[in-house]
């Protein structure tokens, strides 16, 4: 072990939880005005919701409505809640785009020289990522309700965002790692498409997967993106939750227990 894995694990012993958390909050608040500062970054978040929204519902609404049983109405309904899970997934890539970027700026030589917790840096990250994630959120519920989306319970639909935070938070810690171990921020773009592409694609987000092979429909059964999307349609517009919400805090739970240990020991013996 090297000298600096000694003292970097020796500083994150001696600062107390109150220390963690102070130095979180300025970091967060550190992330925060870089985003002031670089409003192009934020385009992901407000774009995105808009474009997927109208691409889905007035190209594909009508045909696979009509495969639901009923028209573009009824894919209204359908697919926003299966883009409440898209949303979570696609954005958590910028948790390790900007993680990236930070390295190869310097940034995180700074603060790997400062007498701060390891962890402090990445659960800052993380932290800004689930803000964004919120404000794209929001943006998605008010082009559904300009659309003709209807929320049947309101309850549930608080439910199924933070059910979507949770999921996302998991699926950041995947993008942290591949973050400190890529080269560039091109790189994990690289990455995180290859991932992100068949999951979301090969889910019940966008269309049901009775009419998919049953090698493709095998896989979205074992989908987390899959278990997310049927979780937020059961909790805004009704349906069997039990289930999908079980399978999405599972994998999360799982993804976390994995990846947050191998993220933080990567960063903390990034050269």
């Known amino acids: 072990m090297s000298a600096t894995t000694v003292t970097t694990t020796d500083v994150d012993v001696r600062i107390p ?3 963690h958390l102070r130095h979180t909050g300025a970091l967060i608040r550190r992330n925060l005005l870089w985003i002031r500062q670089d409003p192009e970054s934020m385009f992901d978040a407000v774009f995105m919701p808009i474009v997927f929204t109208l691409l889905f519902v007035y ?5 696979i409505g009509q495969a639901l049983g009923g ?35 310097g940034v995180m030589d700074r603060f790997r020289s400062l007498p701060i917790g390891r962890g402090t840096v990445l659960f800052a990250k993380i932290a800004v990522e689930l803000a964004r994630m919120l404000f794209a959120t929001v943006i998605l519920m008010v082009v559904g309700a300009l659309v003709g989306f ?9 439910a199924a965002v933070g059910l979507s935070a949770l999921f996302a938070s998991s699926i950041m810690w995947v993008f942290l790692t ?12 690289g990455v995180g498409f290859l991932v992100l592409f068949p999951l979301q694609f090969g889910s019940s987000i966008f269309a049901p997967p009775t009419s998919m092979p049953d090698w493709l429909r095998h896989f979205t059964d074992y989908n987390p993106l899959s278990a997310l ?7 805004m517009v009704g349906g069997p939750v039990a289930h999908p919400i079980w399978v999405t805090v599972a994998w999360s739970v799982g993804i976390t227990v994995v990846m947050a240990p191998i993220a933080i020991h990567k960063f903390r013996t990034k050269t």
């Open 17 to 19: 939880l109150r220390g």
């Open 59 to 63: 190209v594909f609404g009508g045909s």
């Open 71 to 105: 028209g573009q109405d009824r894919y209204i309904q359908y697919v926003i809640p299966g883009m409440l899970a898209m949303t979570s997934m696609t954005l958590s890539q910028g948790v390790g785009t900007g993680f990236s970027q930070d390295f190869n700026s």
């Open 150 to 158: 209807h929320i049947h319970h309101w309850a549930g639909l608080f």
């Open 178 to 189: 591949l973050g400190v171990m890529l080269k560039n921020a091109q790189s994990v773009q």
């Open 229 to 235: 999307a049927d979780a937020a349609r059961g909790l």
